[in-house]
């Protein structure tokens, strides 16, 4: 909330905006995003690169075709659905 109230927040617990270049905010971050009912991270030029929300149940997050590759690998028997597969399969 102190982090939010200078912010101008409706609500001081919402719509707060973390920068991740300050050990604090990554903090918060840490400790908070896991309860969270959305949490949007973006790069340095606001460009979207994930989205997470409090159901647990998935992951959003936008990478290169490299960085997918890895992440595949990484997650062993967990799958990895392209966002446009999914839409295409909810048709």
């Known amino acids: 909330m102190q982090v939010g109230l200078p912010q101008g927040c409706g609500d001081s617990g919402f719509g707060i905006e973390l920068d991740v270049r300050q050990p604090k905010h990554v ?12 949490v949007e991270l ?6 979207w690169v994930a989205y997470f929300s409090d159901t647990g149940s998935s992951l959003s997050f936008n990478v290169t075709d490299a960085e997918a590759a890895a ?4 997650l062993g028997r967990l799958s990895m659905i392209p966002i446009g597969e999914l839409k295409a399969r909810r048709r």
């Open 27 to 38: 903090s918060l971050l840490r400790a908070f995003a896991l309860w969270s009912i959305g």
């Open 42 to 47: 973006y790069d340095a030029s606001m460009r």
């Open 71 to 74: 992440v595949r690998a990484s």
